[in-house]
């Protein structure tokens, strides 16, 4: 099956700030409800209240609702992605009703569902016609992809100290996360990084992560939106910081501590130092 590569209709025509109503206005910004950007109040359960350690601590950062404020186009891209290659419409795109919420993996499960003969071959072209869709969505308008407030920022004064490393675990694809990712500010040069192109299961692909960048997970802090980033880090034994509108969702799995945002970043480096 071919399928032509124009640029997607839903990208096309009016203004993104047109059609989204004003979606990326100061006032209406992305997925979230920031209210006003300030995090919400921290709540931290770590073992201890102060001291520093000797040793590097790694945090790995999931990418769409984390450090990417993408879900719109994400879901867009997916979506309609989907529907073009197989010619059947997509049930769902509420992550947590599948087993395994990475992208390979609920991909992958559902045309093998629909029986595809060779779904790894289809995943593919999947693949290739949401990287085509993403890159007419950032033609037609950069507003498309924005970084979550405050998350270039963090993300650089990590990678700057002595006293930190950085990672990123995503269930997304490679090529598409990083497409992203780059297309909201993040350099990416030497960062280590995993996805579902590396493996389909959450864990592994957090777990593949901290090898990557020479850590055991337990010595590392996965910063991440879903719960089934807390499921995943609790099934590895490893802290979870929260960040996203999930909030309460998140508290009740575990995250230590819960931001709205990463505007604040002497709250996100306590919320590290209580963990440590």
């Known amino acids: 099956m071919r ?8 990208f096309s025509g009016a203004s993104l700030r047109e059609r989204s109503n004003g979606l990326f206005s100061v006032e209406n910004r992305g997925m979230f409800d920031y209210d006003d950007y300030m995090p919400i109040p921290i709540r931290c359960s770590g073992e201890r209240t102060g001291g520093t350690t000797s040793e590097p601590m790694l945090i790995i950062f999931d990418v769409d609702g984390t450090l990417c404020d993408t879900h719109d186009v994400d879901t867009r891209c997916y979506r309609g992605a989907f529907e073009s290659v197989t010619g059947r419409s997509l049930a769902s795109v509420d992550w947590s009703r599948y087993p395994e919420a990475t992208s390979s993996a609920i991909v992958h499960g559902l045309l093998t569902d629909m029986g595809f003969g060779n779904p790894d071959e289809e995943e593919q072209r999947i693949l290739a016609e949401i990287l085509t869709r993403l890159r007419d969505a950032a033609r037609a308008s950069s507003a498309w992809f924005q970084p979550v407030l405050g998350a270039v920022e963090l993300f650089d004064e990590l990678r700057g100290r002595d006293d930190h490393a ?61 719960p089934w980033d807390a499921r995943a880090t609790r099934e590895l034994g490893m802290r979870f910081i929260g960040v996203g509108h999930r909030h309460e969702v998140l508290r009740k799995e575990g995250a230590r501590a819960v931001f709205r945002s990463f505007t604040d970043q002497a709250e996100f480096f306590k919320a590290l130092e209580l963990m440590a």
């Open 3 to 10: 399928y032509k590569r124009e640029m997607a209709p839903e």
């Open 166 to 226: 950085v990672a990123i675990a995503t269930g997304d694809w490679g090529e598409s996360a990083k497409f992203k990712l780059e297309m909201c500010g993040f350099r990416l040069d030497d960062v280590p990084f995993a996805s579902s192109s590396d493996t389909r299961r959450r864990a592994d692909i957090i777990s593949l992560a901290a090898g990557r960048a020479g850590f055991r997970t337990e010595d590392a802090v996965y910063v991440g939106d879903g």
